[in-house]
């Protein structure tokens, strides 16, 4: 299929779509702005699907080649001295990856730049798109230069300007902030990515090369500013639940090196295409980093657009197709994104209530461990399964409030056992068909391609 395609963004998603794109023969032009790599802080753990991605478009071992590390699941600590729940990735999804941002576009920028049918150009901005009539044909650099093409990408993250001029207004909202480290050292559970609970928001470690840890640290968005400040915070609140072996080295990275510091939202689409033009990555929205999905989102973003794009061409159906297949990816994550982070936050009794039932329900058996893992790192994408779990870990935080309530002898009689347990079942159905709503909510807002102003 031969047709021109423009990528604004040379992060993550924008080399993992030109490379996408280039192998269905289209001519792929790549630009971003930096100079060479956005210095922001950005995700660096890869779940299988998207190893597995990366992989398929030959760009896997060069990520091994500059330090990558291999991931092999998340065991997740619900407070100081406890011991971890382990979701070990299965056999069958294979391994995911730990690995310096930059270093991980650097290397990927190298491999698709040699690529026949791809150019990437850096410190170059977009800053508008071509017109003609309500179709998007191109773009236009900051200098004022028109390229033009069948079809654009854009690939600019999460601030994505570019999305405002095609009138997609993103519904955001600032969720909390992250401070980002590096430490020295191996983590309990070696090459997995640890969440330590029982701090004032969840701590995101994982390694992400030879001996090499991250910290992500989730901060409320009242913390005190100011480095002093946030590290007095952090030493006082949320070292006590880092293993106390890291502990020192956690405190001194802190102190001594400079930390990087971003905020984290949740932003939401109601579109994301346009005659001409998509939306991919994180510039399509994104949510809380506790997942570790955003780049593993982002893969099936470029896959699903190649497939659909290299069939078909650009056509206006492929884009459209595009988006719905994308959603109904992306709702589901974004839907378990925020449930877990509400419940590992763990703000107010409800939550508080409901992370104990996800340990227990970890504790069950293997097959709930199984089921979660595969959700949080989108091997399942069936919201149906979403919220069959869902109804299990709020049945077992449900049965365990109301043994509490049975218990106490101010309580004790079976008629308010039934009446509980009922009133229970029905929130719990409630909640069900909340999730379901939503879903379809958004699922309603899908097909139809937004107008983009003439220029
Ligand atoms: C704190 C934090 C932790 C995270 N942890 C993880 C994790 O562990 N795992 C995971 O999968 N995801 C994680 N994520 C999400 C992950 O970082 C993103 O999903 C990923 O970076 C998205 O890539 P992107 O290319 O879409 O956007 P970005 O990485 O933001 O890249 C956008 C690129 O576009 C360029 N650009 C912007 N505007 C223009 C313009 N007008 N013209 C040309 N170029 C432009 C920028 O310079 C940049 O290079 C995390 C995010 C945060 C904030």
Redesign the pocket.
Known sequence: MSFEVIV????????IAAAALSRTGAKVTV????QT??P????????PR?VRGLEALGLKAALFAKGAVAVTGFAVTPGANEPASVLPYGPEQGMGLGID?HQM?LAMREQVAARRNVSVTTG????DFVREGTRIAGVRDVNGTAHRAQLVVV????????RLLLGLEPNIELLSY?V?FGVEGELPHGRM?HVFLGAPGPI?A?PYGEGRIRF?VDVPLGAAKGKDAMVALLARDYAPVVPASLRDAMIASLRDEPF?G???HSITMPACAAPGVVL????GG?GH?LT???????MNDVLTLGELVGRSGPSDAALSEYQRQRYDFVRMRELFTDALYEVFRGHDPGSRALQQGVFRYWASSERSRNASMNILSGEEVRVSRFVSEYSRVFRRSAVDVVGKLVRDPRNGTARLSSLVKTSFARMEVAAERAARRWVDRHRLELHELPDVRQG
Do not use: W
């Open positions: 604004v963004g040379g992060g993550f998603t924008g080399m630009f971003e702005a930096a790599t956005d922001r802080f950005r995700g660096e753990l890869i779940h998207g941002h576009v170059k901005r977009i800053v690939a600019d993250g999460r601030q994505s300007k570019l992250t980002a990515g995101h994982y992500c990087e971003c905020a984290n991919v990555g994180d510039a994104c980093p570790a999905s955003g780049m593993t989102n982002a």
